[in-house]
């Protein structure tokens, strides 16, 4: 944008269907494959359960120590680099996965460490980062956006590589699949434009003076600091830690059923495909309610919402442990995915509106890898659980105990004052 005030050439929604792209294929596709691949990796190789999901928690650990140096290369080199550098990764990772992975060990290589750096630098850091530099009053309605196209991807990539690996009668065939994804997200990458003011704009394509901040943020009902924390004064705050169990409210569940939802459903006796579609309608769901609820974000307080979201998960954790029928499961699905992807575009929403867009990447940067570390036991405590007990109860009790903690949390999450 130009200084006169129009919106007509305000690149931060070109910028928001770019990183919707990026997002889509790299993570909608690549990583959600996963769902359906895995399984397949696990029957064919003769794995027990346990032992191949070390390699979703050394991932999910590695992501932890992945993610500050993420965080420190948007901050130096910009998120167009970072990205674009992370799904290179991604791509020689899917070559390695379809050709050289016949054993745990190479499995466990593969996916937990090089995977693992991909998804990090080609992920939710430098594209929630760039979001946050572009859009202040929109906020959560542009990461709403951008981040429903994970679900839009991982929806189709379900059914897609399911087909893919009946098709060909070759897991090989899914990673094989995935190096295409991976490149069209590079493509849509090289456009990416870090800041407004690499352009000459201003965050939402207006130019505001301090004082008319000073008014907004008065007269807003939504709280938005217009200072910028350090990480060591936001380590100070109650609010901070909350917002970690609030992500991990909402990512546990989710390892959960990433990993183990397939077989947990196969073992109830369900087809390979009914329990795909279940995790399908779970990816639509999420891709469904992300932009809406980052619509509702920016007009009424994120942690009220976030109360919503846990009670629907509680409520559709139950029913796809108890499993009653695959109509329910559908619902079920759909019922998660949308509370998580709420989840999902609310937390950082909130990190953001309470310490900063500026000290966003540091601050996410932190949280990221507490919260992963913690819920990469997730996966493989499960499987462990799944080999000694013969099925997965306790790790549903479990995580929907869990759940319920997350949304009393809600209730006492406010946000912080600097003292002084």
């Not at 994804?181 to 590079?186: D, L």
């Not at 990480?231 to 390892?255: C, D, H, Q, S």
């Amino acid at each position: 944008m130009n200084n006169t005030g129009t919106q007509q050439s305000f690149f931060g929604w070109k910028n928001a269907g770019l990183l919707f792209g990026v997002y889509m294929f790299a993570i909608g596709f690549v990583y959600y494959g996963f769902n359906v691949i895995f399984p397949e990796m696990v029957n064919d190789m003769g794995w027990k359960r346990g032992d191949a999901s070390w390699a979703q928690t050394i991932h999910g650990l590695l992501y932890g120590v992945f993610v500050p140096l993420a965080a420190i290369s948007t901050n130096k080199y910009g998120a167009r680099i970072t990205i674009i550098t992370g799904i290179v990764v991604l791509v020689i990772g899917c070559i390695l996965l379809a050709t050289v992975t016949t054993s745990i060990a190479t499995w466990i290589i593969i996916w937990g460490v090089v995977m693992s750096f991909g998804f990090t630098f080609g992920g939710v850091i430098p594209i929630q980062t760039t979001i946050t530099h572009w859009f202040e009053h929109r906020r959560a309605t542009a990461i709403g956006l951008v981040m429903s196209a994970a679900g839009v991807g991982g929806f189709i990539a379900q059914p897609l590589f399911t087909w893919i690996i009946q098709a060909f009668d070759s897991w090989q065939a899914g990673w094989l699949s995935a190096i295409a994804f991976a490149v069209t997200a590079i493509v849509l990458a090289a456009f990416i434009v870090n800041k407004p003011s690499d352009r000459g704009e201003h965050p939402d394509g207006i130019v505001h003076s301090e004082e008319s901040k000073k008014e907004q943020h008065a007269n807003s009902k939504i709280y938005k600091t217009l200072e910028n924390w350090t990480l060591k004064e936001a380590l100070r705050t109650p609010a901070l830690w909350l917002l970690i169990v609030l992500f991990l409210g909402g990512v546990m569940p989710l390892y959960l059923l990433v990993v183990h939802g397939v077989l947990h459903l196969t073992d109830l006796k369900f087809e390979s495909m009914e329990a795909a579609s279940v995790l399908s309608f779970m990816l639509a769901g999420s891709a469904c309610a992300r932009f809406p609820v980052g619509w509702l974000g920016d007009r009424l307080e994120p942690r009220l919402i976030m109360f919503t979201l846990f009670t629907i998960s509680v409520i559709a954790l139950a029913i796809i442990w108890q499993a009653p029928n695959i109509s329910l499961l559908v619902l079920a699905g759909a019922m998660f995915g949308a509370a998580y992807g709420g989840t999902l575009v609310m937390v950082p929403t909130m990190i953001a509106n309470y310490f900063g867009a500026g000290s966003f990447a540091s601050i996410n940067g932190f949280v990221f890898p507490v919260q992963i570390v913690i819920a990469s036991m997730v996966p493989v405590g499960s499987g462990y659980l799944a080999d000694i007990t013969g099925n997965y109860d306790l790790a549903f009790m479990g995580l929907i105990g869990f759940t319920a903690l997350a949304a009393a949390c809600t209730l006492i999450t406010r946000p912080p004052v600097k003292p002084g």
